[in-house]
């Protein structure tokens, strides 16, 4: 059965029909297991479709749920930004107050620092004046005494001298 012209240690010839059939059965599996795994697909689109069709209302209902709770969620949330803005705005206006008192008990201390400089200047230049008004007063009798002493004096009956 060998073929003509065939020498030893040769690859004997393949057989080419065999070869198609086992090519033409590997893909008429293929074409069959395509086959399959679609109609298996479509089995399931089929039942998912049906179990859809079943559920529509309660996913419906669900869906409705589901909304209000986050409207509800979405309601608290913002209450809950709003109460922290307004805590937030308490807290500042409190801060506000706590500087605007400080700040008025420092000009009160500083209005008061200022009376008492004021009060003491007062003072000293009142003192200053009397002690001038004093100075002055002993430099007239100086100036008096010294006019006194250049005029002449004479002696009463008595014995008290006089200035002419």
Do not use: F, W
Not at 37 to 54: A, D, G, P, T, Y
Not at 80 to 109: F, Q, V
């Amino acid at each position: 059965m060998q073929p003509r012209g065939a020498h030893v240690g040769a690859i004997p010839p393949v057989n080419i029909d065999k070869l198609r059939k086992s090519r033409y059965i590997l893909c008429e599996k293929r074409r069959k297991s395509a086959k399959n795994e679609k109609i298996k697909r479509v089995k399931e689109r089929r039942k998912n479709e049906k179990k859809n069709k079943k559920t529509t209302g309660r996913r419906r209902e669900g869906k409705k749920k589901k909304k209000e709770k986050k409207k509800i969620e979405e309601e608290e949330e913002e209450e809950e930004e709003e109460e922290e803005e307004e805590e937030e705005k308490e807290e500042e206006e409190k801060t506000k107050m706590r500087k605007k008192k400080k700040r008025r008990k420092r000009r009160r201390k500083k209005q008061k620092k200022k009376k008492i400089r004021k009060e003491k200047m007062d003072r000293r230049t009142k003192e200053e004046e009397e002690e001038d008004r004093i100075r002055g007063m002993k430099k007239e009798r100086r100036k008096t005494k010294r006019r006194e002493g250049n005029k002449k004096k004479r002696t009463r009956k008595d014995g008290k001298t006089r200035s002419l």
